[in-house]
């Protein structure tokens, strides 16, 4: 899975920085590993250039590796993270224009270079039109008329016309290939590896990809070696910070859901995904319309909430949903694909004024009402078995 190297030869990473006049001093460094896989998305992936169209580009996967860096830190300290301390460490090892040193009495800067150097082959996406995808319209309590599920779960990159279509075609298409190949340093191999499987398994990227849009699999020469654990913390614990740092447990119990249905294609699956979502939001109803002079229930799932403004938050404040969708390949015919839902909690930014008794019964309650869900079953941990 990966290459040990004596000295760094890493050339074709680090090209396009060399040539592109990098001027910020390297941090130290002796040795590199290089790791090798192609990357092969389950749904499509909304991964705008300048121009907002899809491309395989190298930003929004530099962006999740730190995400998920992040939360093995976290699970590496025992959850007990000093956010500075973890800040300076992200910084050197991604590099940085901001961090500092002491000199000879005074500070100068400590900017570095990343010490993690990632290549993908850029090339523009394939799905031009989503005539023809959108698979039978579903009810939506709320909403007269029935609505395009794919719409629902992709909202923004997916808009209305006449049906659903594209806003800035093309998008990444499910089944698109690319060769994705990091070099790193021997001191990082253990976390990075640790990371890199996470993102296999719970990974997704691109607009809307909390809905299961961008789903991808990691394939690396070699395969997988080992199966790190889960980064798991009683969920109620979780909303002791406010980022997210884990995958939520209750009761020793990883809050994983899986669909008992192995679907042969990706669409029918996002189709039952958005019921499900529509389900479990529609829970929660509201004493009236908006704005609400206080939040109610539903707010805590994630706000803003169409034609329910909170009057104390606006409509700038952004609440994402921390519960998270991934299409995965079946473990038993990775040829057919199965949808995961996973809980990420943490406690909402302070801006929101957050009302932890109430939080944790709204996810007391959408906790109950999946592990009811007939077409669902808890997984102690997902499957990285290779297609």
């Not at 990966?2 to 990098?22: I, Y």
Request: hydrophobic share 35%; proline share 7%; glycine share 10%.
């Amino acid at each position: 899975m990966r290459k040990g190297m004596g000295q760094p030869n890493h050339a074709g990473l680090a090209a396009n920085e060399a040539t592109a006049g990098w001027q910020r001093k390297e941090c130290s460094v002796t040795k590199y590993q290089e790791w090798r896989a192609k990357i092969r998305f389950l749904t499509p992936a909304f991964l705008g250039g300048a121009d907002q169209s899809g491309q395989w580009r190298t930003p929004p996967f530099k962006a999740l590796l730190r995400q998920w860096w992040r939360i093995v830190y976290a699970q590496q300290n025992g959850f007990n993270v000093n956010v500075l301390r973890m800040r300076e460490e992200e910084g050197r090892l991604f590099g940085n224009a901001w961090l500092e040193k002491q000199a000879n009495g005074r500070s100068e800067s400590a900017a570095c270079r990343s010490l993690v150097r990632l290549r993908l082959h850029w090339v523009e996406g394939k799905r031009q039109s989503w005539q023809g995808v959108e698979p039978n319209p579903i009810s939506h309590p709320e909403v007269p008329q029935p609505i395009g599920a794919h719409l629902y779960l992709g909202y923004g990159p997916l808009i209305y016309q006449g049906g659903t279509a594209l806003k800035n075609p093309p998008a990444i298409d499910a089944h698109e290939v690319a060769e994705l190949a990091l070099a790193f340093t021997e001191a990082e191999a253990n976390r990075l590896e640790t990371v890199l499987w996470l993102m296999h398994l719970y990974g997704t990227v691109g607009g809307r990809s909390r809905n299961g849009w961008g789903s991808f699999v990691l394939e690396p020469e070699g395969g997988w070696q080992g199966t790190p654990k889960p980064p798991l913390r009683d969920w109620r614990q979780a909303l002791e910070l406010d980022w997210p740092h884990c995958i939520g447990k209750d009761d020793n119990q990883p809050l994983i859901w899986q669909t008992r249905r192995e679907y042969d294609d990706w669409r029918e699956l996002m189709r039952d995904l958005a019921e499900l979502k529509i389900t479990i939001r529609t829970m929660f109803t509201f004493n009236g319309g908006g704005p609400h002079h206080s939040p109610e229930q539903r707010h805590w799932l994630s706000y803003p909430v169409t034609k329910h403004d909170v009057a104390a938050w606006g409509k700038q404040l952004r609440l994402p949903n921390s519960l998270r969708f991934k299409v995965r390949p079946a473990s038993g015919n990775p040829a057919r694909v199965v949808g995961v839902i996973f809980h990420m909690p943490c406690k909402p930014p302070a801006a929101f004024n957050p009302d932890i008794a109430t939080i944790t019964r709204v996810w007391e309650q959408v906790h109950k009402a999946l592990d009811r869900n007939g077409q669902l079953e808890r997984v102690q941990q997902l499957i990285g078995r290779m297609p």
